[in-house]
Nanobody, 128 residues
Framework: QVQLVESGGGLVQAGGSLRLSCAAS????????MGWFRQAPGKEREFVAA????????FYADSVKGRFTTSRDPAKNTVYLHLNSLKPVDTAVYYC?????????????????????WGQGTPVTVSS
């Protein structure tokens, strides 16, 4: 079984930064990618970023490109999302997710249904 635990969310002023962490437990074999999604109140969950677990290649939604960065630390079985130049529209609950597959694809999937395991989410609130 795979468990994902996010942390690092909080309240920040516009223009500020946060670092979210997602600690994974369980198998890494066949782990293709780790993704970040977010869901704002009253809106559907949307893709934010993803990183290929083996190679470290990254992919971002246009709305966060140049402001957010995802990285991973295989030794700690942890993935990070660095949020910079935050805007009020970034306010949401942020989720990490793990995708397992026998093959690797690039860019990684942006549809939530392509991911197999999910964390509980960590809230990010950006004040103006």
């Amino acid at each position: 079984q795979v468990q994902l635990v996010e942390s690092g969310g909080g309240l920040v002023q516009a223009g500020g930064s946060l670092r979210l962490s997602c600690a994974a437990s369980g198998r890494t074999f066949s782990r293709d990618a780790m993704g970040w999604f977010r869901q704002a109140p009253g809106k559907e969950r949307e893709f934010v970023a993803a990183i290929n677990w083996s190679y470290g290649s990254t992919f971002y939604a246009d709305s966060v490109k140049g402001r957010f960065t995802t990285s991973r630390d295989p030794a700690k079985n942890t993935v990070y999302l660095h949020l910079n130049s935050l805007k009020p529209v970034d306010t949401a609950v942020y989720y990490c997710a793990a995708r397992y597959s026998s093959g690797s694809v690039y860019p990684p999937p942006t549809e939530s249904r392509e991911y197999d395991y999910w964390g509980q989410g960590t809230p990010v609130t950006v004040s103006s």
